[in-house]
């Protein structure tokens, strides 16, 4: 019966993760699901396809959008945890987290898991936007957190927020 109940669990979610194109990894849900089941009903399922199943990092990253999604912060970061216990690789999970860790007031935490991101991979862009919005808002390193900017718009020129970068790299420049 236990079997039978996991595997209805996980069938209904990965039919209603399946609606809104599955999970980006990068705390951007929303999607159809959000439209068909509430938030609390989507952390409801993941939660028990968890209790089923504590290996299943693609939960517990679920977990995490939907929790960052909706403001819950320290809930998210603890399914983050849980992710990264299972895979401390997952690059896009620490970028999340440490946005998460932004969020909840503290941007050194935040700060520290951008740097352990691009340590592994320097050329990670989202990382390295987000450090330089740590640098230039939270911990004041105005030069650092252009250089960040410069960076990203090297990797990125045409990125949906190029305009807004250079703007705040012009900012920076003025301070």
């Known amino acids: ?3 039978l109940t996991a595997f209805c669990l996980i069938t209904a979610a990965m039919f209603l993760f399946s609606c809104q194109g599955g999970s980006s990894g990068n705390g951007a849900g929303g999607g159809a699901m959000g439209k068909i089941v509430s938030p609390d009903n989507q952390i409801s399922i993941l939660k028990g396809i968890i209790s089923q199943d504590p290996k299943n990092k693609r939960a517990w ?3 995490g959008n939907v929790s960052m999604d909706t403001g819950r912060y320290q809930d998210a970061i603890d399914a983050y945890r849980a ?3 299972l895979d401390p690789r997952d690059l896009d999970v620490r970028v999340d987290m440490g946005t998460c860790y932004r969020s909840i007031g503290n941007p050194q935490k935040a700060f520290e898991e951008y740097k352990k991101v691009l340590h592994v991979d320097p050329n990670h862009a989202i990382a390295t936007r987000n450090m330089g919005v740590v640098l230039a808002y ?3 390193k105005k030069q650092e957190a252009r250089e960040m900017f410069e960076k990203y718009l090297k990797m990125n020129p ?3 927020d190029a305009a807004g970068i250079r703007q705040e790299i012009d900012k920076l420049k003025g301070d």
């Open 83 to 85: 992710a990264l216990k």
């Open 1 to 3: 019966m236990r079997k």
């Open 138 to 140: 939270d911990l004041h």
């Open 158 to 160: 045409n990125a949906p």
């Open 61 to 63: 990253i679920d977990l």
